[in-house]
């Protein structure tokens, strides 16, 4: 069975401080896609990054990176100095090889305050 | 950067009245979906379509549930006699491929209420 936990429900922090959102996944699958959407509050999907289980290397991308941890089966989120804008829902998602769709985590809502 | 474009972005309905939303993916991609949040919860799979069939579907995508890619360009999702549950957004999107795998990306989505 396919299944993706984001155990933060929301998190709150200050603008300009870092924060990082987990994702834990399980598969059975030996190639899988591992993918981070932000739902901003006018609910579009927006796509942020997709990782393959092949590749290994971490990816850093503006103020964004993650965290790809083939070992304890997480893929995490940081986002460094952050910003208002930031203020969004966070969706970690997998894709196994053997099927078509998207098992999706729970989200994490995450709160920038000024 | 191409879009995956959703029409109506809001439809309202009668319980029992069929209704279609409509997706036109990115043009270069070949692979095709639906899925569904209902408001507050998680993104759910519905199904996704290549080559002009199902490929896969999910337990929330009974009888009354039907997709289509009428021409070369839409993609529509037809719900036969709506209910009050199917009230949700639904996300089309469409994927391709690079030398890295997959990439999946979203439309706006249709919010759905039904009355």
């Known amino acids: 069975a396919q299944k993706v936990t984001q155990a933060q429900t929301e998190i709150s922090v200050v603008e300009k401080e870092d924060v990082t959102l987990d994702c834990v996944y399980e598969t059975r699958d030996t190639t899988y896609y591992l993918f981070w959407y932000k739902q901003p509050p006018s609910g579009e999907l927006v796509f942020l990054i997709r990782r393959n289980s092949f590749d290994e290397q971490n990816e850093i991308s503006g103020r964004y990176s993650w965290n790809f941890q083939k070992s304890t089966s997480s893929f995490n989120f940081t986002i460094t100095a952050s910003q208002v804008v930031d203020s969004a829902v966070y969706f970690c998602?997998?894709?196994?090889?053997?099927?078509?769709?998207?098992?999706w985590g729970a989200g994490t809502k995450l709160i920038i305050k000024p | 950067e191409p879009e995956v474009t959703q029409t109506p972005s809001h439809q309202v309905t009668q319980m029992g009245q069929e209704v279609i939303l409509r997706c036109v993916p990115i043009s270069n991609h070949l692979y095709f979906y639906w899925y569904r949040q209902i408001l507050g919860q998680k993104v759910e799979f519905l199904v996704s379509f290549y080559n002009n069939e199902i490929s896969e579907k999910s337990e929330i995508f009974d009888d009354q549930f039907s997709v289509e890619r009428p021409d070369g360009s839409n993609f529509t999702l037809k719900i036969r006699s709506t209910k009050l549950e199917d009230s949700a957004m639904y996300f089309c999107?469409?994927?391709?491929?690079?030398?890295?795998?997959?990439?999946?990306?979203f439309g706006s989505g249709t919010q759905l209420s039904v009355l």
């Open positions: 999107a469409s994927s391709g491929r690079d030398t890295r795998g997959e990439k999946l990306f």
């Open positions: 998602a997998l894709r196994g090889d053997s099927n078509y769709q998207l098992i």
